[in-house]
């Protein structure tokens, strides 16, 4: 009878052993300066009971099996190393968890191990930031409520970032125009990775951007380091992540954003050699061919794909071929007349890194990137047309050389050259008249280089300075740029920083060849020798952690801009007088311009953010900025985008539901209250009587649009299987259906301004499984 017992209770032991779901946690652990692999490194699941884990192998690799479903935390150590922690890591059973982990050698005596956390939750994984950055993970991506798989719209949650058009995901940096955005990959420049974008735009309706291939990134919003150039407001700096190379894994997604499919695995089971790659295509139109419109006379159509092959070849080399691409287009076909829009973009690169030794590597990128965004459009009672093409193609050349000395002392340099080709074409046929706006095919080279010394003066104390430099050879302008960053670590717990930069950026090709009218029948190029924009950041900086999971942070920032196009000083032309192409979202402009102007922006960051433990997680954040320009008049004005405020509220709770608590139930929360952006006042009486708009630009920018205020929700269920994970969401945007408004324009059926409005409530289903 005993024996019968025991044999019931050992089956009843496992079978509830094989009913436990469970996944893989892989990955490499390697120095944060040489990239040379850390063996011995302890890594540890802090969120299981017992304590699992693994040490790394002699090339830095470790696996720890059996990990239970769910949200973990994990502790990486090693003798001579701080260590560092990471929070936050979803498992399900679908999909394997493959981590690539920097470590950053101590100061202390090798045979201590530090068990200080130098990266904490949110720290960029730019090991020369010091001030205004920090990454961000894909789970976030997916996760932050009206985020909608768009790295653009989630950094909407962020400190200092703003927008002022539900329709596209541009941002608004600490009050700087849209434009002054960079976005890189894979350590190079590429073009808006958005649809429907416009010429000079860096942002657009629709992210062409896939999480099923992103990796964890960077966002920075003020005093990049010295590696970062082009760039005057923000930085994207976007990682692509490799694919299993153990195992083939493959996701589906639908959706109301589109139909995705991805696959990854390795090419051979006798190296870790891997592929990743996605595809995906407008649901909307899906169903616009199957007879089914709910976009009406003007459906969205575009596809995107993105991929990464990656080849280790030897111990010291690594081969990846990486690219994404995108092709959207709107046509409209009304009773007057038809209109059709098409905004394409698309990079491919090939990446070598080479370690030259235990204290050395270089990181080269060949690259091609194109983008091309045409209008047309045609009236069909009389002969008009207008024709708008604008194709951008740069092929780049970039290299990094890091260097570690010791455990104090690093550099990196490096240099990029990009030949950038153009085809662009602007005109207005209107009966027997046609009028050239730009009609240029041309190219030039942009030369930047630049190198950075990180310098650890204490476990406590780090120093960053560097230098940039920018040439563009079109007209021969340049920017010499030096850099500046601080971290000190006055107390536990407490961390001062500042930084500074001069930061400058090109305006869009476009801009230097708008053909401007010097006489009644001739045109000239009088932008062609405009400088570079310029400006310079100083940021402060105060960080207090609580509690591991807790952060409070502050920033005060000052921002001084010059060299900003605006109108030439003896104009006569009231709207010149008070132009400076600071104010723009996008485009170019067609007046003549000088590099005489001015600006600046200055403002404090509050954040208080909390990590997902325990099911739950918060980020309150609040900013308040001035955003001012001088013009050709001489007059200080507030910038088109001096909101004054931004306030955003982000929460989050997760349950762990079902017999087995395998599964999850997830709300996530955010609201978002800002000042409204600026417009020029009108002059309803002139309009009236001219029946067309009309502005008083001595007063450019004296209004302010009434603020914007929204709630989204996000609420999803996950539920894992043996082999497979499942998630169906529903994304709630605008949750009150508030119709925020957007720009007064003067209606002629009502002989009055009325104001354009925003997106109301937008419900945005989506369910994904992983297999």
Known sequence: MKSTLSFILFIFVVAAHAQTLTQTVKGRVIDTESRRPVVGASVSVLTVSPLVGASTDSDGFFKILNVPVGRHSLIIS???????????????????IELNILLSESLQQLQEVTIKAQKEHGAPLNDMASVSARSFSVEQVKRFAAAINDPARMALTFAGVASNNDQSNALIIRGNTPKGVLWRMEGVEIPNPNHFAEEGATGGGISALSVNVLGNSDFFTGAFPAEYGNATSGVFDLKLRNGNNEKREYAAQVGVMGLDVAAEGPFSKNNKASYLVNYRYSTLEILKQ????????????????????????????????????????????????????????????????HLVSDKTFIDATLSWAASRSTYDATRKERVFIREQSYTNEAYRASFQI?????????????????????????????????????????????????????????????????????????????????????????????????????????????????????????????????????????????????????????????QQHYDLPIGPANTKNAFLKTFSLVNSLDGYSNDS??????????????????????????????????????????????????????????????????????????????????GGNRYTTYDLAQAQKRNSDVRIWNQAYAEQIPHYFRMDSRVSYTKNRKKATYTISLDLQNLTNRLNKYDPYYSGTTRNYVFDTQLGLVPILNWRVEF
């Open 78 to 96: 090693s003798i001579g190393y701080e260590s560092t922690a990471i929070k936050e890591l979803l498992v399900g059973s679908g999909k394997e």
């Open 290 to 353: 199957i007879g089914v419109n709910p976009a009406g006379d003007a459906t969205p159509n575009f596809q995107d794909m993105a991929f990464k092959l990656f080849f280790p070849v030897g111990n010291k080399h690594t081969l990846s071929l990486w690219g994404m691409g995108g092709l959207s287009k709107q046509l409209r076909d009304r009773t007057d007349r038809t209109d059709a829009f098409h905004s394409d973009r698309g990079v491919v690169g090939l990446n070598w890194v």
């Open 593 to 674: 311009l000088v590099s005489n102007g001015t600006g600046r922006n200055y403002g404090i960051d509050f954040s208080i953010e909390k990590s997902l433990t325990n099911g739950f997680y918060l980020m309150l954040n609040t900013s308040i900025y001035e955003a001012k320009y001088t013009a050709a008049d001489g007059v200080e004005r507030n910038s088109r985008f001096n909101g004054n405020f931004v306030q955003n509220l982000l929460l989050g709770k997760e349950w762990k539901v079902g017999k087995r608590k395998t599964n999850s139930f997830g709300l996530n929360l955010r609201s978002l209250w800002a």
């Open 402 to 558: 890091n260097h570690k000395f010791n455990a104090q002392h690093a550099l990196r340099v490096g240099g990029i050259v990009s030949n950038l080709h153009f085809n662009l074409l602007n005109r207005t046929i209107d009966g027997p008249k046609t009028s050239i706006f730009i009609d240029q095919k041309d190219d030039t080279h942009l030369l930047q280089g630049y190198a950075q010394w990180k310098f650890r003066a204490s476990p406590a104390l780090s120093l960053n300075v560097g230098f940039h430099a920018t040439v563009l050879q079109l007209n021969g302008q340049s920017a010499a740029e030096p850099r500046l960053g601080m971290r000190w670590t006055v107390a536990p717990r407490h961390t001062l920083s500042a930084g500074f930069g001069v930061h400058s950026r090109t305006e869009a090709i476009s801009t230097y060849f708008a053909q401007i009218k010097t006489n009644a029948t001739e045109s000239g190029l009088a932008n062609k020798n405009l400088k570079l924009m310029k400006s310079r950041h100083y940021v402060l900086g105060y960080e207090y952690r609580p509690h591991t999971d807790w952060r409070l942070q502050v920033e005060v920032y000052y």
